[in-house]
């Protein structure tokens, strides 16, 4: 897809669900002269909370904001469409901590599943595929929605983030967010195809729109949802099969006024929520992309099979890649610091739940993510993760990971790197 159409699908889907909020300060710009207007998320200093719709509408006044989601839980805050000219006088106000654009996002899904074989979810607790049992956890997929009528989906809520004031509407609309929740999470049935955790609890966060698009504003009303709700639901593994372009500053985002990284650190630091997140399909630096880029997140790499099987040599399937290696698009680590979070999932020719039923085959680093979002929920279920930290949790998963011999592993894992590539070694659902 060109970049420049692309840019702009991806801004008018998430622009068609602020001007469904009924956008405030609107009578403050009406009858001006047009001028250049962008898309903002703004972020208040913590002082602002008890005061957040009196500042609101002051900067509708006296800067011209017209404001569409308000935060108030992941950080303080609100998005909006601001004249260009007012931005640096609303960077100046006593209340704001920073005002950051409200950039694109896409779903990381590259082209057209076999993986909870590979990673030997057969010889889990839950043994998956044995057509009985599940997994007492809950996850929440961050993406396009979920199909909440699949016969093997488990779906007990959500949020909708493309357009909140359709209450209880987070149907999908595209079958990414579909295809990814059955990898974590579809039934261990007669049906369809069987998930990492079988029958774990799901919670839709739709973030992205028909269009697999959204923005800086909808994530963070999906992470705003995520810090308010995941200790009353129990939700303590989150997967975000998405990204756009952005870097880790170290410091979760406050030396770089990234609202995205600063919320994500509430979430996974304050909240206890293990973020799972897709390493994007570039075949370059996670470095240059967030939320893969973040030190708080785990970031999942993709590799290459075909049987279901170690070993390689298996003819491929749904596309051209070689058996038992490395994705050749998957993005990857190069930093130590970004090796320190990273491991590898399943991503090509996987098959999973379809939107509005059956099954369809998919690949990308959306796809290998899941598979780690699963084994986390089984990891914590299963008892080995219950009740450590989401680094305690990414650890304890990394270094099982690493942990399995040689014969596990693939062309491109630590035991057999590919120079100034890190790629991480192949999750292990079997451990839990």
């Keep these: 897809m060109a970049g420049s159409a692309y840019r702009l699908a991806a801004v008018s889907a998430a622009a068609g669900a602020l001007l469904a909020g009924g956008l405030t300060g609107a ?11 962008g898309r903002y998320v703004v972020v208040l200093k913590d002082s602002a909370r008890d005061r957040l719709e009196t500042v609101v509408r002051g900067h509708g006044r006296d800067h011209g904001a017209r404001v569409g989601f308000r935060y108030q839980d992941a950080l303080v805050g609100y998005s909006a469409v601001i004249p260009e000219s007012q931005v640096a006088a609303l960077r100046a106000d006593p209340n704001v901590k920073a005002v950051a654009p409200d950039l694109p996002v896409h779903a990381t ?25 599940g997994v007492d956890a809950a996850v929440a997929i961050l993406d396009t ?40 999470a579809a039934r261990d049935n007669a049906d369809d195809v069987v998930g990492v955790a079988p029958g774990a609890r799901l919670y839709a966060v739709k973030v992205l729109g028909a269009n697999g698009s959204g923005s800086t504003s909808n ?13 009353r639901y129990g939700i303590k593994v989150a997967n975000m099969s998405l990204g756009g372009d952005g870097a880790d500053d170290g410091n979760c985002g406050n030396s770089n006024q990234d609202p995205w990284h600063q919320a994500i650190c509430n979430v996974v630091k304050n909240k206890g929520v293990t973020l799972v997140a897709a390493a994007g399909n570039s075949a370059d630096d996670i470095a240059n992309h967030r939320p893969a880029s973040y030190d708080e997140v785990l970031t999942v790499t993709a590799m290459a099979d075909f049987n279901g099987q170690p070993g390689g040599g298996a003819a491929a399937t749904c596309r051209a890649d070689v058996d038992e290696t490395a994705a050749d698009f998957s993005s990857f680590a190069v930093s130590t610091a970004d090796a320190a979070h990273t491991i590898a999932g399943p991503g090509v020719c996987i098959n999973s739940t379809r939107n509005g039923g059956g099954t369809t085959v998919l690949s990308g ?6 598979h780690v979002a699963g084994t986390a929920a089984l990891c914590v279920a299963a008892g080995p993760c219950a009740g450590l930290s989401p680094a305690g949790v990414a650890a304890e998963l990394r270094g099982h990971a690493s942990a399995q ?7 491109g894992d630590p035991n057999a790197p590919v120079a100034g590539r890190y790629y991480g070694y192949l999750v292990h659902a079997g451990s839990y």
Excluded: K
Aim: a negative charge.
């Design 27 to 37: 009578e403050a710009t009406e009858g001006r002269t047009a001028e250049p207007e």
């Design 219 to 231: 994530i963070i009303c999906g992470l705003n949802w995520l810090a308010g709700n995941a200790a």
């Design 109 to 133: 899904q590259q082209v057209l599943p076999t993986g909870v074989d590979r990673i030997q979810a057969d010889v889990s607790s839950t043994a998956a595929g044995n057509g009985s049992g």
């Design 405 to 411: 011999p040689l014969s596990y592993g693939f062309a």
């Design 365 to 370: 680093t959306s796809m290998a993510s899941p």
């Design 145 to 184: 929605g979920i199909d909440t009528g699949h016969r093997d989906l488990n779906v007990v809520g959500g949020y909708n983030c493309m357009n909140p004031f359709l209450t209880g509407s987070y149907r999908d609309n595209n079958g990414h967010g579909t295809h990814v929740a059955g990898t974590v």
